[in-house]
């Protein structure tokens, strides 16, 4: 897997954390750059720990799957995906405090990177370079959360629902793409 799709799964993933850091920014009056920070660090890191913790879940099995491990790969991504561009036309909204202590943050952070638990375990079935992928994943996440505190602040919810959806779609494209690549139909 390339920089570059690392790069794409990165944001896609970092979507759920986008949209609920945008809710966060919104939920307080006077924004700091602690607020962001918080986010930033919290989404990050947990974007960053789940698809490890799959990955190491899922090695224990790769040796299994490794002729379609790119079917694994695909199917969890093009779930994982399919459920984000569901959830973007839900009317359930998440009730955000203006609460930044790890009691407030840390559901969420788990909550918006429980769908990364899965990559990991299609990192493992791909044999992806998992240091590469999570750094990627966590970095990624961090300037999105922190980025989506200060728009949240700005601008409201209004790009919530399109962020997830940018999110899922991008991550189903790139579960087509590997598996299009197992396949020896794409190559690049």
Not at 7 to 28: E, H, Q, R, T
Not at 33 to 46: E, K, Y
């Amino acid at each position: 897997m390339s920089l570059a799709d690392l790069f794409i799964i990165a944001v896609g993933l970092s979507m759920d954390a986008f949209a609920v850091s945008i809710c966060k920014g919104l939920s307080v009056r006077k924004l700091q750059l602690r607020h962001a920070l918080i986010c930033g660090v919290w989404f990050g890191a947990f974007q960053a720990l789940m698809p490890l913790l799959g990955y190491w879940l899922g090695s224990g099995v790769a040796g299994i799957i490794g002729s379609f491990g790119h079917w694994v790969a695909f199917a969890l991504l093009a779930l994982i995906g399919a459920n984000m561009v569901r959830e973007s036309f839900g009317d359930e909204e998440e009730e955000v405090t203006p609460d930044f202590s790890p009691k407030a943050m840390l559901p969420l952070a788990v909550a918006t990177s429980i769908d990364a638990l899965a990559v990991g375990v299609s990192f493992a079935a791909t044999g992806t370079d998992i240091v590469a992928a999570v750094s990627f994943i966590g970095v990624t996440t961090f300037l999105l959360s922190a980025l989506g505190v200060k728009i949240g602040n700005l601008f409201g919810t209004r790009y919530k629902a399109a962020a997830e959806r940018a999110g899922g779609i991008v991550l189903i494209l790139m579960g087509l793409k590997i598996l299009l690549e197992g396949l020896g139909i794409l190559t690049l």
